[in-house]
T-cell receptor, first 114, second 117 residues
Framework: GESVGLHLPTLSVQEGDNSIINCAYS??????FIWYKQESGKGPQFIID?????DKRQGQRVTVLLNKTVKHLSLQIAATQPGDSAVYFC?????????????FGTGTRLQVTL | ETGVTQTPRHLVMGMTNKKSLKCEQH?????MYWYKQSAKKPLELMFV???????ENNSVPSRFSPECPNSSHLFLHLHTLQPEDSALYLC????????????????FGPGTRLTVL
């Protein structure tokens, strides 16, 4: 079946450096993608989203890049801070008109070292 | 805080117990969801309610029984669970209805950590 996955289960980054978290998706019909952040003891928190008609979207210190040719999604975090330590999930929405739903990846743990 | 609350935060129960998980959203959303999060596995969608009507059931065992009395509240009734049901159960809500197919961001609660002995 279709799946969303992450290349690296754990990413260690020094404080102040930029982080890049990658995600591969297999459903070429997906039209919408979201990145979530989940801190220990909390539920997932929306970070940023992007539609398939875009290849880049920027937020506050975060940028999402979408490469539909290779079905790849990435999350870039600028000037990584200790508070960025969390598990990051990508999710895709396979376009299906009505009743579409999100498919989540397994997550990448980001560890920020001082 | 996301505006979605869940109680209890932690629950330990035996296989013969009956318990209920509660979720409440204070965001005026029209769709609510139950997810199961197990270690090293992706989030698994269990149930979706849109305008209080169940519109999605991902072949979840009948020992899990959802209830949505109104658009702000969602329950998950648990009965004769198995140890493999131990997981983090997350509730979420979204602004638009499921059937429009255009819901976007889902707002998650903190989850209930369930342990079945």
């Amino acid at each position: 079946g279709e799946s969303v996955g992450l290349h690296l289960p754990t990413l260690s980054v020094q404080e102040g450096d930029n982080s890049i978290i990658n995600c591969a998706y297999s459903n070429s019909a997906s039209d919408y993608f979201i990145w979530y952040k989940q801190e220990s003891g909390k539920g997932p928190q929306f970070i940023i989203d992007i539609r398939s008609n875009m290849d880049k979207r920027q937020g506050q210190r975060v940028t999402v890049l979408l490469n539909k040719t290779v079905k790849h999604l990435s999350l870039q975090i600028a000037a990584t801070q200790p508070g960025d330590s969390a598990v990051y999930f990508c999710a895709e929405r396979p376009w299906a008109g009505t009743a579409s739903k999100l498919t989540f990846g397994t997550g990448t743990r980001l560890q920020v070292t001082l | 805080e996301t505006g979605v609350t869940q109680t209890p935060r932690h629950l330990v129960m035996g296989m013969t117990n009956k318990k209920s998980l509660k979720c409440e959203q204070h965001l005026g959303h029209n769709a609510m969801y139950w997810y199961k999060q197990s270690a090293k596995k992706p989030l698994e969608l269990m149930f979706v309610y849109s305008l209080e009507e169940r519109v999605e059931n991902n072949s979840v065992p009948s020992r899990f029984s959802p209830e949505c009395p109104n658009s702000s509240h969602l329950f998950l009734h648990l009965h004769t669970l198995q140890p493999e049901d131990s997981a983090l159960y997350l509730c979420a809500s979204s602004p638009k209805t499921w059937t429009t197919g255009s819901y976007n961001e889902q707002f998650f609660g903190p989850g209930t950590r369930l342990t079945v002995l």
